[in-house]
């Protein structure tokens, strides 16, 4: 079994302690409820926490207030990386989390770095629905004993700077704030750019300080950051749909009734719906709050992203290797 912190074990058992009053509690009263934990990292104000929050209302709408989930948001109960290890270990059921931090426990995840394969968010979309290419990530999560429910997304990663970007030479040089993904940063690094590994907390004062030129993030983080007051210019580089997952323990659906398995399943679709709405809705939003903030949106052309496809082509090979054939192909819709 893996170690954890303690200081997140002890949270877990204190979780566990109070489903367990929970529970008996409701076996005095005659009525079988459900608590169940699901954790994130990612604060209320996000499209992580309304998917989270949309599946957890449909599944107690769906069993008649029989099947009670708890969201445990900010790291509450763990950080990324302790979700991960304690939904495998089967202490936690439910997590909505981003695909980025998963890469280190499924590498195949990796595909997900595949950088400037769509034109629109409408295309990704399509194609991590697709039947094919769901089935092939759905075996990743089965090897590591999760069950994938649904893939939602924040929109696109887009890249901030106070540095006009107009076409791929314009890259050159800038130092970019990344995650730490050694994807992420060879992808910068074919385009001329510098990138540069932070904690994102220090990203607003790495701008304001000019530690950095430039950074790289969903609209909602940008927002919700106020990362636009340090740029002058918000580029649509659109190189990496945001991806967030919504997985549970495959042993913990297995011991669940067919009909609690139908609803936790119907509850997740619906969850998707809403989730892919509401990204939407908020980066149109997110948009406008930039604009009259006199950010200037920055859209490429078509020929700019199809050359800095173009340029990944040896990054594409290298994940390629990583998560095999069949996967990149179902991903990409070869």
């Not at 069950?147 to 997304?153: E, F, N, S």
């Not at 901030?160 to 992420?184: C, W, Y």
């Not at 007051?229 to 580029?235: D, R, S």
């Not at 290298?318 to 990149?328: F, M, P, T």
Request: net charge negative.
């Amino acid at each position: 079994m893996k170690k954890l912190n303690i200081r997140n074990s002890m949270k877990i058992m204190c979780v566990l302690l109070v489903l367990g009053l929970s529970a008996c509690q409701a076996q005095e009263t005659g009525v079988q409820r459900y608590a169940w934990p699901l954790g994130t990292s990612s604060p209320e104000d996000t499209v992580t926490h309304l998917y989270a929050l949309k599946f957890v209302t449909e599944v107690a709408r769906l069993s008649d207030g029989k099947m009670l989930i708890d969201i445990y948001p900010n790291g509450t109960i763990g950080g990324d990386r302790e979700l991960l290890e304690t939904c495998e270990e089967g202490d936690i059921p439910f997590v909505v989390q981003n695909t980025a931090p998963q890469v280190s426990f499924m590498p195949e995840m990796a595909v997900f770095d595949l950088p400037c394969v769509f034109d629109n968010i409408e295309a990704a979309r399509e194609a991590v629905d697709n039947q094919e290419f769901y089935q092939e990530i759905q075996k990743v999560y089965d090897k590591r004993g999760y069950r994938l429910l649904g893939i939602a997304d924040q929109g696109f990663r887009v890249m901030t700077s106070n540095t006009l970007v107009l076409q791929v030479p314009d890259f050159k040089g800038q130092k970019i704030r990344t995650m730490e993904n050694a994807n992420h940063l060879a992808f910068w690094q074919v385009l001329g750019a510098n990138p540069t590994p932070m904690a994102f907390s220090e990203v607003y004062i790495g701008l304001q300080q000019k530690t950095i030129d430039a950074q790289e993030n969903p609209y909602e983080v940008i927002a919700s950051a106020k990362l636009y007051e340090q740029q002058k210019y918000v580029i649509q580089t659109n190189h990496l749909p945001h991806y967030i997952c919504l997985f549970m323990n495959e042993e913990f659906y297995q011991n669940l009734s067919g009909e609690q398995q139908q609803i936790i399943d119907e509850a997740a679709a619906n969850a998707l719906v809403y989730a892919r709405e509401q990204a939407d809705i908020r980066v149109t939003d997110r948009i406008k709050v930039m604009e009259d903030s006199h950010t200037e949106i920055i859209d490429l052309p078509d020929e700019v992203r199809a050359e800095m496809r173009e340029l990944s082509k040896g990054l594409y090979d290298k994940i390629r290797a990583a998560v095999g054939d069949s996967l990149a192909d179902a991903y990409i819709g070869k």
